[in-house]
């Protein structure tokens, strides 16, 4: 593998499935048990704030009964072990890459622990249910949501992601389904600007096609295989 210097890695609901946290898209997953867009758009939202506030309420709740993986845990070693350049973007909404000890992590998609006021925009660290509407801890309004990017919605830091892949060697993509954009389109960003583009799937996704390789299986055996080989040839 040429050297490595500066590495883009997009996460998504794969590498927490093996936490034991449904992903979006297979059966019985999240999305077939709500409709997109009831629970994940603005328009849901005002229609019907208690199902939304509900919904996140249940999948923040969630988050104390798991674990991170070994793929989150290879994820840190990599962050704490590589001498170049990384950075780590994840659609994912929980917690697990800070819990298996990613430092660095930068939620494109925002976090089910953070909650966004709707009166005067401040987004604080939020870990108790939303649905009976608390005050914002700052302007004491009544007006929190959940700090997550519906569709519809602009994701978070699209500038420095995009400045990332214009000069990244290498960029990973790991346990998405390739459906939902801009977070689709970031391999074709990447191998346009001549880096080397990896999948690490438990299936072929909608933008296989679009990489240079695709590995095929668990997060939870392909993550740690993979950052022994970067460190390895990167003398890390
Ligand atoms: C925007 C946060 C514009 C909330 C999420 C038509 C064409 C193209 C685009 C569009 C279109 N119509 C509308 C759009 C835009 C839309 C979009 O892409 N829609 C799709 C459905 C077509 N996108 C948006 O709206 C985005 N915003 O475009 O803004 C704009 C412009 C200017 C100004 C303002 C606005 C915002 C999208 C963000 C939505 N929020 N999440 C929440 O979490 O509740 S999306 C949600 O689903 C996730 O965050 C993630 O991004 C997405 C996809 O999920 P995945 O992570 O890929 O999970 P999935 O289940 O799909 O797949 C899991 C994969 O893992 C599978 O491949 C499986 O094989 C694999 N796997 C399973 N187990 C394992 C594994 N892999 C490894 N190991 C395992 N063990």
């Known amino acids: 593998m040429a050297e490595i210097e500066r590495i883009v890695i997009l996460t998504g609901a794969g590498i927490s499935a093996e936490s034991g946290i449904d ?29 939304v506030l509900g919904f996140y309420d249940m999948r923040r709740a969630a988050l104390a009964q798991v674990e991170p993986n070994p793929a989150h ?6 962050e704490r072990d590589f ?49 009976d509407r608390p005050p914002c801890p700052v302007c004491h309004a009544p007006m929190l949501r ?7 919605e602009m ?6 992601i995009y400045r990332a892949l214009e000069t990244c060697d290498l960029f990973v993509s790991i346990g998405t389904s390739g459906a939902v954009y801009p977070a689709a389109g970031f391999v074709q960003e990447a191998r346009v600007n001549g880096a080397r583009t990896l999948e690490l799937n438990l299936e072929p996704s909608e933008g296989s096609r679009l990489f240079h390789e695709t590995r095929l299986g668990p997060a939870s ?9 970067v460190l390895s040839s990167a003398g890390g």
């Open 83 to 131: 001498a170049g350049e990384l950075l780590l973007v994840t659609q994912n909404v929980n917690d697990l890459h800070e819990r298996g000890g990613s430092a660095r992590v930068l939620h494109m998609h925002g976090e089910l622990k953070s909650a966004l006021c709707t009166a005067c925009g401040t987004r604080s660290r939020w870990e108790v249910p939303m649905i």
């Open 73 to 78: 845990a290879a994820l840190a070693r990599l």
């Open 221 to 229: 055996a392909l993550v740690p295989e993979w950052v022994d080989e």
């Open 146 to 152: 959940p700090d997550v990017v519906w569709f519809g």
């Open 23 to 51: 992903t979006f898209r297979a059966a019985g997953g999240l999305w077939e048990q709500h409709r997109i867009e009831d629970v994940a758009t603005p328009e849901g939202f005002a229609r019907d704030p208690r199902l």
């Open 155 to 160: 994701p978070y830091e699209m500038g420095r």
